[in-house]
Nanobody
């Protein structure tokens, strides 16, 4: 199966914003879940946010609530993660994932993007 393609990472100052994109090849069923995880060196992969494609149900980690927002671009099969008020603690490699369960557990996702680096520093 074709893998997801994540993009949009970069380097910003604290308080800045970035928008990540995740392109999913082929049809996305309404029941599918798209999610974002992040990982820093030496630590486990951490859940960030997820949503069910067809019905708009969302799930956010407490650490990003009120700052990050998930959305989709239907015509392009793209999931997006809008990240506002970025903090140094948000620095990580961000991965998008595809699954069937709206979950914060990485083991419940089977399709993964390659990751994109987000760096927040003064």
């Amino acid at each position: 199966q074709a893998q997801l393609v994540g993009s949009g990472g970069g380097s910003v100052q604290p308080g800045g914003s970035l928008r990540l994109s995740c392109a999913a090849p082929g049809r996305i069923f309404s029941s599918a879940v798209m999610a974002w995880f992040r990982q820093v060196h030496g630590k486990e992969r951490e859940f960030v946010a997820a949503f069910r494609w067809g019905v708009g149900r969302t799930l956010y980690a407490d650490s990003v609530k009120g700052r990050f927002t998930v959305s989709r671009v239907d015509a392009a099969n793209v999931a997006k993660l809008q990240m506002n008020d970025l903090k140094s603690q948000d620095t990580a490699v961000y991965y998008c994932a595809r699954g069937v369960a709206l979950s914060s557990t990485p083991y419940r996702y089977r399709g993964w993007g390659q990751g994109t680096q987000v760096t927040v520093s003064s």
